[in-house]
């Protein structure tokens, strides 16, 4: 079972910036993509950004430009570097690994961003 752990979110302003961190229970980078989803309320969860296992990376087109998806293998954390937060960011925000060879999905407990003036 692969456990995921977010951090860093928090309360910004618009036109700031956070990083948020996902760290998985083990080296589990090589055979899952990892994934970034927020879900505001009332609304569904939808994709932020994610990365493949083998590098590839795609965004969400309200977030094109502005977030920054990466990982590090050696500490097993998965990055979301977000700048220019606008007020439509605000959201719970959820770690996600998808093991490319079962099909298995894993989510993290999620971390709150608000971005408020």
């Known amino acids: 079972q692969v456990q995921l752990v977010e951090s860093g979110g928090g309360l910004v302003q618009p036109g700031g910036s956070l990083r948020l961190s996902c760290a998985a229970s083990?080296?589990?980078?090589?055979?899952?993509?990892m994934g970034w989803y927020r879900q505001a309320p009332g609304k569904q969860r939808e994709l932020v950004a994610v990365?493949?296992?083998?590098?590839?990376?795609n965004y969400g087109d309200s977030v094109k430009d502005r977030f920054t998806i990466t990982k590090d293998n050696a500490k097993n954390t998965l990055y979301l570097q977000m700048n220019s937060l606008k007020l439509e960011d605000t959201a719970v925000y959820y770690c996600?690994?998808?093991?490319?060879?079962?099909?298995?999905?894993?989510w993290g407990q999620g971390t709150q961003v608000t971005v408020s003036a």
């Open positions: 996600n690994a998808w093991n490319t060879a079962s099909g298995r999905t894993s």
């Open positions: 083990g080296s589990i980078f090589k055979n899952n993509n």
């Open positions: 990365i493949t296992n083998n590098g590839g990376i």
